[in-house]
């Protein structure tokens, strides 16, 4: 089993930046893609940037050129650096780690925080 501890969420005014912080802990093997998707209200849940074990990222275009998605694989965290936001940022990010371990892949959850941009 694999926990995941999300931080930094919050309020900020329009063109403000927060760092999102998701650490996994457990009974950890091996860590593959890890990632950070948000809910707004009324919407479904979207990717917002990814990072797979390599380094390589991906990223929503609505956010490309403002956040940053970074990995530190000897903490076993991944981050999520928001800069210039706006308000329609405003969701609850969630960070996903999918985690090697007997018998496959799985992809495991935090549990969200919420991100408040104010106009």
């Known amino acids: 089993q694999v926990q995941l501890v999300e931080s930094g969420g919050g309020l900020v005014q329009a063109g403000g930046s927060l760092r999102l912080s998701c650490a996994a802990s457990g009974s950890i093997f091996r860590i593959d893609a890890m990632g950070w998707y948000r809910r707004a209200p009324g919407k479904q849940r979207e990717l917002v940037a990814a990072?797979?074990?390599?380094?390589?990222?991906n990223y929503a275009d609505s956010v490309k050129g403002r956040f940053t998605v970074s990995r530190d694989n000897a903490k076993n965290t991944v981050y999520l650096q928001m800069n210039s936001l706006k308000p329609e940022d405003t969701a609850v990010y969630y960070c996903?780690?999918?985690?090697?371990?007997?018998?496959?892949?799985?992809?495991?959850w935090g549990q969200g925080t919420q991100v408040t941009v104010s106009s």
């Open positions: 990072i797979t074990s390599g380094g390589s990222t």
């Open positions: 996903k780690v999918a985690h090697y371990e007997l018998g496959g892949k799985y992809d495991y």
